[in-house]
């Protein structure tokens, strides 16, 4: 089956395409840097053609509250709309636990337009709520520095 992967160069979408062609699936790499932009919508009809599902585990290159909300609105709505036209069969978007109780953060409003959107349109689809990945570890100790300390919140990591 044809499964573009939008964002399939990323840190998890680099694993996914290699993980679905062990399965046997044709898994197409769509990012900028291979020829397909979700924000202008370059590259996006000729990727879609013939494609069974798409699976958007794309992010926004800024985390602005502005930047990224106008990532996932813009990039979801241009997606969902030619993959309509392509007749694409099944939507998968990657979220994150606890995304709709996050709303004080400008990502997760994000994150919330992202979802309504999927939700409201026509396609089938999926969303999937993981946790934050383990590779975010170093990120999170080196913003909790002090000093030469790591101060982390009295929470379950
Ligand atoms: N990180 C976590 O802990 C975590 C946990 C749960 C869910 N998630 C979700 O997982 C998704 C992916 O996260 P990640 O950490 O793997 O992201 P990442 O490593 O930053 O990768 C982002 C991908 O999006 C692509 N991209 C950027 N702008 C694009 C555009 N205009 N059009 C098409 N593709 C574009 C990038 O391509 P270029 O390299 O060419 O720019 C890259 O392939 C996000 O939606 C995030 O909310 C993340």
Known sequence: MKI???GGTGLIG???VNKLREHGHEAVAAA???GVN?????GLAEVLKGASVVVDVSNSPSWDDAAVLNFFVTSTRNLLSYEAAAGVGHHVALSVVGTQLLAESGYFRAKIAQEKLIKESSIPYSIVHATQFFEFLKGLADISMVGDKVHLPPVLF
Do not use: D, F, R
Request: proline content about 7%.
């Open 32 to 34: 900028p840097n291979t």
């Open 14 to 16: 680099s694993k996914l």
């Open 4 to 6: 573009v992967v939008i």
């Open 38 to 42: 979700t924000l202008t919508g370059e």
